[in-house]
């Protein structure tokens, strides 16, 4: 037999004595993953920010993903550096005072009855932490692995509701209905799935109700990749220390949840993140002041508070929603296919009359588009209407957006608030409603 042969004495022997030196490998891997999560924490957070500020959907989903599995990764591995610490400092004590002498404390018998049964021993303590920093160290990964498998469930779902249910490739009736179906079965064996984690193996114990969910099993083992770590899964079942910690660990999640959501409020009526209005200048709304990571645009942008220009420079960043409001405004725009979402850089167009068609087509709608922007939305300084002409633009950090420029040369010296207008249809009728109210001041140079 080959010494890589897991039935081969040799192997067994290889592995046991992996086993007895694995605490090294523990530490030289968790130093290295939690530096390297350190260092990466930060930009994941402030990606997954700046996707929720600009509404990317799908690339907010995936740094939010990975921003929760690195959070617990980093959480599990700082813990176990600090357990393993505490192993070793118990063997280290354990050479100079060996066991525990409870008749050398002098304790009264009452203390040394309980102290004996409750610790026993120095060495089932060093046992017992070493049983935990193992197991710890192992389920710290098998966690980032239920993380991709929950992710990989989520894919499942947008690509049935977007290639199934909303694709082109099959008749509008026939995709609605076998859309559902999968739908149905991915959300009903997700619930099952997790049911029976939750129980830790509860949905297979009964013979009834093992032959019903083997199916859904089966599907679901490939949908969450568990082949990938199924043995480590049932290695911890089959062990009162990987119950006992998973049980433990899940109250300590919620717990970290809870805490770090806590917030303390300095007043009944006054709040860092109110909008900007005639009493409130959000700074999310000045150009000058977004100069921290983590900084994003509001729905307008301007130069600054104070303005000392015959002009004001105004920004409007791009955003999904607005897009909606467009299509409702002028539904002529609206395509037959929305090429919104996720989608190949890679074409292949031999005719290439028809590429310069569609490309003057495309700029051609592009001018329809911003006449209809320009026609829904306006601005307002004090109570005098001001007249505007958007053009597209990329602005800061390569945002894409809407940008003007106003006329303010014969506005007084002193406070001002400018109020951004939008048009929008309800039923038969255009009604006007301020979308933003931003305080500025004005004065010469």
């Known amino acids: 037999m080959g010494n890589n042969d897991y039935n081969s004495p040799s192997f067994k022997k290889l592995l046991d004595s992996l086993q007895q030196q694995s605490w090294e490998l523990e530490l030289i891997i968790s130093g290295f993953a939690i530096f390297g999560l350190f260092t990466a924490y930060e930009p994941l957070r402030l990606e997954m920010l700046n996707a929720e500020n600009e509404q990317h959907v799908y690339r907010f989903v995936a740094y939010f993903i990975l921003h929760i599995a690195s959070s617990i990764l980093l959480f599990n591995l700082l813990l176990h550096v600090i357990l393993r610490g505490l192993w070793i400092g118990a063997l280290g004590l354990r050479y100079v005072s ?5 008749d050398e404390l002098n304790y009264a018998q009452r203390f040394t009855n309980y102290l004996k049964k409750k610790i026993i021993s120095f060495d089932r303590y060093i046992a017992n932490l070493e049983n935990y920093c193992s197991i710890l160290f192992a389920v710290s990964f098998l966690l980032i692995f239920y993380v991709l498998a929950m992710t990989t469930i989520i894919i499942s779902i947008v690509l049935v509701a977007s290639f199934v249910i909303e694709g082109d490739w099959l008749p509008s009736k ?7 179906g999968m739908m149905i079965f991915i959300v009903t064996g997700m619930f099952l799935t997790f049911v029976d984690f939750l129980t830790q193996g509860l949905l297979k ?6 032959k019903f969910y083997f199916p859904i099993y089966w599907v679901f083992s490939f949908l969450t990749l568990s082949f990938l770590y199924r043995p480590l899964v049932y290695n911890f079942l089959d062990n009162k220390f990987g119950k006992r910690l998973i049980l433990l660990l899940a109250p300590i999640y919620i717990i970290i949840l809870i805490i770090t959501s806590l917030e303390y ?3 009944n009526y006054l709040e860092k993140d109110l909008n900007s209005s005639s009493v409130f200048a959000n700074k999310k709304n000045y150009l000058d002041m977004l100069v921290e990571d983590g900084d994003f645009p509001g729905d307008v942008v301007i130069p600054s508070k104070v303005i000392t220009t015959s002009y004001l420079n105004v920004f409007i960043p791009f955003s999904e929603h607005m897009e909606e409001r467009i299509f409702i405004y002028n539904d002529s725009l609206k395509p037959k296919k929305d090429r919104r979402g996720l989608t190949s850089g890679i074409k292949i167009n031999t005719n290439w009359s028809d590429e310069i068609t569609s490309l003057s087509q495309k700029d051609s709608i592009r001018r329809v588009y911003l006449n209809t922007f320009n026609d829904i939305y306006s601005f307002q300084i004090d109570t005098l209407k001001i007249d505007e002409d958007f053009i597209l633009t990329t602005g800061m950090n390569n945002l ?4 003007t420029f106003l006329k303010i040369s014969d506005l007084d010296e002193g406070k001002h608030l400018l109020r951004l207008k939008r048009k929008r249809k309800e039923k038969d009728t255009v009604v006007t409603v301020t979308e933003a109210a931003i305080p500025f001041w004005k004065f010469k140079n």
Do not use: Q, T, Y
């Open 205 to 210: 114990k009964n013979k009834w109700v093992a």
């Open 400 to 403: 894409l957006g809407f940008e």
């Open 98 to 102: 060996g066991d525990i002498e409870f």
């Open 265 to 267: 409020r300095h007043s």
């Open 174 to 180: 026939l995709g609605k209905i076998l859309g559902a």
